[in-house]
Structure formats: C-alpha cells, structure tokens
C-alpha cells in the first residue's frame, strides 16, 4: 500500500506531541503492510466524512484518508477523535 499526504495532514502531524509522532510512524508502517491489520480498527465513515476511512493511532488520534485506487490512498486529517468529529 501506498499513501499520499495532504497539506492539511502535514500541518495537523506537526502539530502532534512527539510520542503521538512516533506511534503514528508505527501504526503507517502497518498500514503498508496491511491495512485491514486488527490494530488499525480500520472503519468506514458517515456524515460529513462519508466515502472516507479512519485507522486508530492512539487511543484517542485518528488518522481519516480515502483510497485513489487500489493499492494507493490519501492520508487528510489526523487528530484527536473530537478534533475530527466534532
């Protein structure tokens, strides 16, 4: 799997602390290797971000992409759970 990386992930991963910095390393190497590994709770999504996917990094920061094709998606937002939803 390949991912891709938006201007508003790059600025929302900067903004990240840096332990949630490296778990999030952790959890796209997992994603390469497999996106559908149990530990991502890789999940379609509804409303405002419906067509869209979310994998868990921690607890409680969730990364949200959509694919481009089959073997390539778009990584656009990560944050927290409420920063996402609202």
Same mark, same amino acid.
């Given at each position: 799997?390949?991912? !891709?990386?938006?201007?508003?992930?790059?600025?929302?991963?900067?903004?990240?602390?840096?332990?949630?910095? #490296?778990?999030? &390393? $952790?959890?796209?190497?997992?994603? !390469?290797?497999?996106?559908?590994?149990?530990?991502?709770?890789?999940?379609?999504?509804?409303?405002?971000? #419906?067509?869209? &996917? $979310?994998?868990?990094?921690?607890?409680?920061?969730?990364?949200?992409?959509?694919?481009?094709?089959?073997?390539?998606?778009?990584?656009?937002?990560?944050?927290?759970? $409420?920063?996402?939803?609202?």
């Amino acid at each position: 799997m390949q991912y !891709i990386l938006s201007r508003r992930f790059e600025k929302d991963f900067a903004r990240l602390p840096p332990a949630t910095k #490296k778990k999030a &390393f $952790s959890t796209f190497e997992k994603f !390469i290797e497999n996106p559908q590994n149990p530990s991502l709770r890789n999940h379609s999504l509804a409303g405002k971000w #419906k067509g869209h &996917f $979310s994998i868990n990094v921690t607890g409680d920061t969730r990364a949200i992409y959509f694919v481009i094709e089959d073997d390539m998606v778009r990584f656009i937002a990560i944050g927290s759970h $409420s920063e996402l939803y609202g």
